[in-house]
């Protein structure tokens, strides 16, 4: 972590290993419970490149807010992995206008994001997060964690797993990995 593009690392650039994973364990490959904890090895150095950012827990659905997605996913028609951090500016649209897109309803415990200007994430952004700022002084809020999207990665918005959702069960996956490793 802490640098933008794989083939030129920064100065803030973080390597740590993973030392423990878990997925949930309602997950049978599909989209429910699409979603895991993994445990560094150690702890990450926090500077001008890596920020802390914070799991939500509340109740605001968070409903037409700019927010923001990034990964090193797909991002061009030759289905190869980017060398570089690519992030979508998006705003979060009604489970309601994204079922509509999808052809049927999407869940309370998803929620969506539509890109602005034709910017998205795609194949291999799985599990990446969405993540909210209240102002340029505020830290990052994790609302949401990728599950799937468009199959054409061109159009359309992206369901990711809500966070308050699962909250209670990241934060007791945290804390069993962390006493058992």
């Known amino acids: 972590m802490g640098t933008h593009d794989i083939n030129n690392y ?103 994001a539509q890109g602005k200007n034709h910017s998205r994430t795609c194949t291999g952004d799985s599990g990446s997060a969405l993540v909210f700022k209240e102002n340029y002084k505020s830290s990052y809020i994790v609302i949401g964690v990728l599950s799937f999207g468009p199959g054409s990665c061109i159009e359309g918005p992206v369901v990711y797993n809500r966070v308050p959702t699962y909250y209670d069960w990241i934060v007791n996956k945290i804390q069993n990995l962390s006493t058992y490793y």
Not at 31 to 48: F, K, Q
Not at 63 to 88: E, F, P, Q, R
Request: glycine fraction near 10%; aromatic fraction near 12%.
């Open 10 to 112: 920064s100065s803030t650039y973080q390597k740590i290993r993973s030392k423990a994973w878990v997925y949930h364990e309602n997950y049978t490959g599909g989209t429910e419970a699409d979603i895991g904890v993994i445990l560094l090895e150690r702890d990450i150095l926090y500077n001008d490149d890596v920020h802390q950012a914070i799991l939500y827990n509340g109740n605001d659905i968070f409903a037409d807010k700019g927010v923001t997605g990034c990964g090193w996913g797909y991002h061009n028609t030759s289905n190869t992995a980017s060398t570089i951090l690519y992030c979508m500016d998006a705003v979060t649209i009604t489970n309601a206008r994204c079922g509509s897109f999808y052809g049927g309803p999407v869940r309370s415990n998803f929620i969506c």
